[in-house]
């Protein structure tokens, strides 16, 4: 086994840069996608399968990325996914059928959830751990994430163009929303330009084949895939898109007020990823992550209860303060419980599972916001996330990382 640290700020300038073009597109879908195919006529439940096919999407590219992108290349793999995002987004542009739409979420790996959890971000979090020591390790992916909630708080923010072109230029609905388009374009070419100037530093040469995996990281990486699974089946019920639209059926939010909402949640995300490392180096990764998700989920399945739009934003605001503290100390947890040879795979199986999870969810969600109650998936999202964190607890308390020992 063969490995080339990445040692070019370069290249960790180039990872950096092409995650916050990703995000910022993760942004702006998650603020206007819905509301996008709302003006062209589709139902929720018609966008809620949209959602789920390009989580699907993502699902297949994280498991290609977890069994071969080390030997196919990480680089070559990083610029086949690029090249595939580019491909979806012509499609997203030039067409309004639906089947073409699901074909072009498919191939695409669109994300409308408004988090970044697919294939670059697999990768990407198997590679930056590789030029750092277990103890700067955590600090290193809080930055990594700083980097993709602060492209996706822009994303959130410039959610509010179509609303600006249809006041000031009196520019007609469809004709606004078409924009997003055009920039989430651009923006996967943006990405893949970055990709190409990559070095041979972010390659790993001679992959770990999943049966030389130890019997010890098999067992971790299986179990955390079943724990991380469920948590995703219940983050389904909640992306951002269909948030955006719940907002919008419950007070009458649109873009003009959606946008501004995100962009400041997407900013608590950012800064609470750096108290996070700090918090993890007082209490232990694990703990980080089970004591800080309860409370933000518990402001979750408050906001259908709020009698009001300040009183429910403040309520979601609170949340993404605390909800997300887990991102960095879950990726750095999962590299640090396992071999270095076995970090892409223990990322990709993860990961994968994950998306998996949240294929299922945002069909159900849709329908029923459709035919129930428009704050089941709020409710039901939230509780099951709190199962979640106890049986994290439960089963992963006492195997510590290296710099907890």
């Given at each position: 086994?063969?490995?080339?640290?990445?040692?070019?700020?370069?290249?960790?300038?180039?990872?950096?840069?092409?995650?916050?073009?990703?995000?910022?597109?993760?942004?702006?879908?998650?603020?206007?996608?819905a509301l996008t195919l709302a003006a062209r006529g589709l139902r929720a439940g018609e966008i809620g399968a949209l959602v789920a096919v390009g989580i699907a999407g993502c699902a297949c590219g994280t498991f290609f990325v977890g069994f071969w992108a080390d030997s196919f290349g990480r680089r070559n793999t990083l610029l086949l996914l690029s090249a595939l995002s580019v491909f979806g987004a012509i499609l997203l542009l030039i067409s309004q059928s639906f089947i073409v739409l699901l074909a072009a979420c498919f191939i695409g790996m669109v994300n409308a959830m408004g988090r970044e959890?697919?294939?670059?971000?697999?990768?990407?979090?198997?590679?930056?751990?590789?030029?750092?020591?277990?103890?700067?390790?955590?600090?290193?992916?809080?930055?990594?994430?700083?980097?993709?909630?602060?492209?996706?708080a822009t994303g959130?923010?410039?959610?509010?163009?179509?609303?600006?072109?249809?006041?000031?230029?009196?520019?007609?609905?469809?004709?606004?929303?078409?924009?997003?388009?055009?920039?989430?374009?651009?923006?996967?070419?943006?990405?893949?330009?970055?990709?190409?100037?990559?070095?041979?530093?972010?390659?790993?040469?001679?992959?770990?084949?999943?049966?030389?995996?130890?019997?010890?990281?098999?067992?971790?990486?299986?179990?955390?895939?079943l724990l991380f699974g469920f948590d995703s089946l219940a983050g389904g019920f909640l992306p951002s898109s269909l948030i955006a639209y719940w907002f919008f059926k419950r007070f009458g939010v649109g873009e003009e007020l959606a946008?501004?909402?995100?962009?400041?949640?997407?900013?608590?995300?950012?800064?609470?990823?750096?108290?996070?490392?700090?918090?993890?180096?007082?209490?232990?990764?694990?703990?980080?992550?089970?004591?800080?998700?309860?409370?933000?989920?518990?402001?979750?399945?408050?906001?259908?209860?709020?009698?009001?739009?300040?009183?429910?934003?403040?309520?979601?605001?609170?949340?993404?303060?605390?909800?997300?503290?887990?991102?960095?100390?879950?990726?750095?947890?999962?590299?640090?419980?396992?071999?270095?040879?076995?970090?892409?795979?223990?990322?990709?199986?993860t990961n994968m599972t994950r998306l998996c999870a949240w294929t299922v969810a945002p069909t159900l969600a849709g329908l029923a916001m459709q035919s129930a109650a428009m704050s089941v998936p709020l409710v039901l999202g939230g509780g099951m996330k709190i199962v979640y964190d106890g049986m994290l607890y439960y089963s992963f308390r006492s195997i510590k990382p290296p710099e907890e020992l």
């Open positions: 086994m063969k490995f080339s640290p990445l040692k070019s700020p370069t290249d960790r300038g180039l990872i950096y840069a092409a995650a916050f073009l990703r995000a910022l597109a993760i942004g702006l879908l998650g603020v206007l996608f959890r697919g294939a670059f971000f697999t990768l990407e979090q198997a590679i930056l751990p590789e030029s750092i020591d277990a103890a700067g390790r955590t600090h290193a992916l809080a930055w990594y994430n700083v980097m993709i909630d602060a492209g996706q959130a923010l410039m959610g509010g163009l179509p609303f600006l072109l249809r006041r000031q230029w009196a520019v007609p609905e469809v004709q606004s929303y078409q924009t997003l388009w055009w920039i989430y374009l651009a923006l996967a070419l943006g990405c893949l330009l970055l990709y190409t100037r990559l070095s041979t530093a972010v390659e790993i040469h001679g992959p770990m084949p999943w049966h030389q995996v130890s019997k010890n990281s098999r067992s971790i990486i299986t179990r955390l895939s946008a501004p909402l995100f962009f400041f949640s997407h900013i608590a995300n950012a800064v609470s990823y750096l108290v996070a490392v700090r918090l993890a180096r007082r209490i232990g990764l694990v703990k980080t992550m089970v004591f800080t998700h309860i409370p933000g989920n518990i402001c979750l399945m408050a906001i259908p209860f709020a009698p009001s739009l300040p009183i429910a934003a403040l309520l979601y605001f609170l949340r993404e303060c605390l909800v997300e503290m887990d991102v960095p100390t879950r990726q750095s947890y999962v590299m640090a419980v396992v071999a270095p040879g076995e970090r892409t795979m223990a990322a990709g199986i």
